[in-house]
């Protein structure tokens, strides 16, 4: 790890512009033995000085767990939020199909 640069760590996905809501699939019921696995498996990792958890869903049970427990760790983390986007889908993919021009459905 020469060179003095800073090694980073994140999510498959992330960056490639077209990922959202990148977080764990985790079962409510373990969401804090998740958290406690993670971090302690993190904090034995040498590779790292920086770890990115972009696009993670704020409402997410297991991502405020997360934040909470870095906190009470007081480890270094910043929080920020980006708007987001969202398309209200009809209720079938034929009346999806139906919107789209014909040179679209082709697609």
Not at 13 to 27: A, H, M, P, Q
Not at 42 to 61: A, E, G, I, K, V
Not at 66 to 90: E, R, Y
Request: with cysteine; hydrophobic share 35%; charged share 20%.
């Amino acid at each position: 790890m020469g060179g003095g640069g800073t090694q980073g760590t994140r999510f498959f996905g992330d960056g490639s512009t077209d990922s959202d809501n990148l977080g764990f699939i985790v079962r409510p019921a373990y969401g804090e033995l998740f958290v406690q696995a993670f971090l302690n498996w993190f904090s034995q990792q040498r590779n790292w000085d920086l770890c990115r958890l972009r696009t993670m869903p704020s409402d997410s049970p297991t991502v405020q767990l997360l934040q909470l427990t870095v906190s009470q760790l007081g480890w270094v983390h910043d929080l920020s939020k980006h708007p987001s986007s969202a398309i209200i889908l009809p209720e079938s993919w034929d009346k999806y199909l139906a919107k789209l021009s014909s040179k679209e459905r082709r697609k």
